[in-house]
């Protein structure tokens, strides 16, 4: 059995340790925002947070999780009121919107490092998540605004 905490909840599986962690989340915890895009760590639809750190759960084996804080787009706020949620919204960034979950959550990763991002630290950060509907000019747009709202409403970054 390999114990799991994701979203703050326990989840003890029993799997084979080198199972991708996105396949736990989805098909064994059941929380699917999380997406398959490549299976290699190539386009990003799958990135939750371990530990803190944007990771591509399509290749990290669930071993490396155990025991470890996981963080999966539907624990990035409870009410879907992160300020990137919010900013996302408002600038109605999704098309299609399969990428948007791991864009979020690369994201939330680049604010809590970088408060006020400019264009090129958002562009260096969010590189690795691709948008097949183009939208990374909204992306772009939408954690601008979420770093006005955090800091306007004196929020810690995620």
């Known amino acids: 059995m390999i114990r799991l905490t994701v979203n703050q909840k326990t989840h003890k599986v029993d799997v084979d340790p080198d199972m991708p962690l996105l396949w736990v989340i ?3 915890i059941g929380l699917t925002g999380t997406k398959y ?3 290699v760590a190539q386009c990003g639809a799958c990135v939750v947070h371990l530990n803190g750190e944007a990771v591509r759960s399509c290749v990290t084996k669930v071993s ?3 025991n ?3 963080v999966t787009i539907e624990g990035l706020s409870l009410h879907n009121d992160h300020p990137l949620q919010q ?3 408002e600038i109605d960034v999704p ?4 990428c948007q979950s791991g864009q979020l959550m690369s994201a939330a990763v680049l604010l809590k490092e970088n408060p006020q991002p400019d264009d090129a630290a958002i562009d260096a950060a969010m590189s690795g998540n691709l948008c097949r509907c183009g939208t990374y000019p909204r992306i772009r747009k939408a954690i601008h605004r979420a770093a006005e709202l955090q800091q306007e409403a ?3 970054p995620f």
């Open 26 to 28: 989805r098909d064994i």
């Open 154 to 156: 004196g929020k810690k």
């Open 68 to 70: 470890q804080k996981i």
């Open 87 to 89: 900013a996302w919204a």
């Open 95 to 98: 098309q299609c919107g399969y």
């Open 37 to 39: 895009g490549c299976g």
């Open 64 to 66: 490396r999780a155990a």
